[in-house]
Nanobody
């Protein structure tokens, strides 16, 4: 339907790794640019990583070389593999799907999953 389902958040030590998953309905996933956003307390939500239908990826500078976004079309799932986690990565992470329409874009959001990195 309209819901994106996220999982994989948790508490890790600095330098550790975590992989987030986001499942979406096929009719959304197949047409969408998928992305991961995060929002820390007192901060605006920021785009962390995105991947287009054609496989083009983009990352915020602060996570380049550490995070990898990928998709598994057979499972209608997008992943965010996070390595070398830092305390500054602590935030609620949200899955996003964006479908470009002729009249504009339609976006869908997950409920968020908490990632906490301890020092």
């Amino acid at each position: 339907q309209v819901q994106l389902v996220e999982s994989g958040g948790g508490l890790v030590q600095a330098g550790g790794s975590l992989t987030l998953s986001c499942a979406a309905p096929g009719n959304i996933f197949g047409r969408s640019t998928m992305g991961w956003y995060r929002q820390a307390p007192g901060k605006q939500r920021e785009l962390v990583a995105s991947i287009t239908k054609g496989g083009t990826t983009n990352y915020v500078t602060s996570v380049k070389g550490r995070f990898t976004i990928s998709t598994d079309y057979a499972k209608n799932t997008v992943y965010l593999q996070m390595n070398g986690l830092k305390p500054e990565d602590t935030a609620v992470y949200y899955c996003n799907a964006r479908i470009q329409m002729f009249t504009g874009a339609t976006t869908y959001w997950g409920q968020g999953t908490q990632v906490t990195v301890s020092s």
